[in-house]
């Protein structure tokens, strides 16, 4: 079936450094990735949608400076959180659309620290 | 706006104990409505959904009805096992790709 791979599955990083999340289609093409993110308590929730060799489309509120969606490719989309605080923190997700029967596919999400 | 209320966990049962996990659901169209499970380690998936009211969705022995007149989702199953513990997610997505989901629910099952 349709697998997605997103690493790493936890970071801890220091406030103001970068860090890179990855999300790869293992065995079919995406034509499209979404990025959302869960903060404690509170639901999953989109923060923007991108399609291979266009810009990301980013929801309400979230800042596109500071979380660089890169989607370079139909298995590999990337999500960098820039100069990062202690309110990044959270679960962030990835789901790709494609696959089988055309559905939806989440990676298994990243726990980020930051102290 | 859309949105959807789950109810919170954590939850814990004993094997073969009966479960339900409340979901309602605001909508301002006819939105589809699923149920997405995420096992320790592994990505969400799609447990189970339904398109329109009155359909129930039903996969491993779990099943969950598209109630209109109360708005509801609601996750059960008969008779849990130790495998059946993970979190669920209730979603829903009213057109194109965009999803909104509850906020998960932890599911424990001791033996």
């Known amino acids: 079936g349709a697998v997605v ?3 790493p599955s936890w970071v801890i990083c220091k406030s103001g450094t970068s860090v890179k999340i990855e999300c790869r289609s293992l065995d079919f093409q995406a034509t499209t990735m979404f990025w959302y993110r869960q903060f404690p308590k509170q639901s999953l929730m989109l923060m923007a ?3 291979e060799g266009s810009k990301a489309t980013y929801e309400q509120g979230v800042e596109k400076d500071k979380f660089l969606i890169n989607h370079a490719s139909l298995t590999l989309s990337t999500l960098t959180v820039t100069s990062a605080h202690p309110e990044d923190s959270s679960f962030y997700i ?3 659309l494609g696959g089988a029967k055309n559905g939806y596919t989440f990676g298994s999400g990243t726990r980020l620290t930051v102290v | ?3 959807v209320t789950q109810m919170e966990g954590p939850v814990t049962l004993s094997e073969e104990a009966f479960l339900t996990i409340n979901c309602t659901y605001t909508a301002t ?3 589809s409505l699923f149920w997405y499970v995420q096992y320790p380690g592994e990505g969400l998936q799609l447990l189970l959904k339904a398109t329109k009211a009155d359909d129930k969705g039903s996969n491993k022995g779990f099943e969950a009805t598209y109630r209109k007149e109360t708005t509801s989702f609601h996750l059960e199953k008969g008779s849990v096992q130790v495998s059946d513990s993970a979190v669920y997610f209730c979603a829903l997505s009213d057109s194109g790709n965009q999803f909104y989901f509850g906020t998960g629910t932890s599911l424990t099952v001791i033996p």
């Open chain 1, 5 to 7: 791979s997103q690493h």
């Open chain 1, 49 to 51: 949608t991108s399609n």
């Open chain 1, 94 to 96: 990835c789901s790709a």
């Open chain 2, 1 to 3: 706006g859309d949105s």
């Open chain 2, 29 to 31: 169209g006819y939105p």
